[in-house]
Nanobody, 124 residues
Framework: QVQLLESGGGLVQAGGSLRLSCAAS????????MAWFRQAPGKEREFVAT????????YYADSVKGRFTISRDNAANAVYLQMNRLKPEDTAVYYC?????????????????WGQGTQVTVSS
């Protein structure tokens, strides 16, 4: 079992920045992909970004490409999401996800382990 704990959410003005962190604990796999998803009120959970175990593959949703950066620290069992030039439409609960995989899955159904989420609110 893998436990994921997100932190770093909050309230920020449009154009500002936030950095989300996700710490993994428990049984950790030697090769697994980690990702960020988000869910706004009344909407389905959507993919934001993913990164492979080996760091050499990242993939972003078109809506965040060029503004968000995903990174990870395998020694610390952590993944991060740097969010710049935030927009009101980025407002959502952000979830960290993990899955034993050599690739970079981009669908929520592909991930087994989830955190409880952290709220990000961007005011206009």
């Amino acid at each position: 079992q893998v436990q994921l704990l997100e932190s770093g959410g909050g309230l920020v003005q449009a154009g500002g920045s936030l950095r989300l962190s996700c710490a993994a604990s428990g049984r950790t796999y030697s090769n697994y992909a980690m990702a960020w998803f988000r869910q706004a009120p009344g909407k389905e959970r959507e993919f934001v970004a993913t990164i492979s175990w080996s760091f050499d593959i990242t993939y972003y949703a078109d809506s965040v490409k060029g503004r968000f950066t995903i990174s990870r620290d395998n020694a610390a069992n952590a993944v991060y999401l740097q969010m710049n030039r935030l927009k009101p439409e980025d407002t959502a609960v952000y979830y960290c996800a993990a899955q034993p995989s050599m690739g970079v899955p981009t669908t929520a159904a592909a991930y087994t382990y989830w955190g409880q989420g952290t709220q990000v609110t961007v005011s206009s």
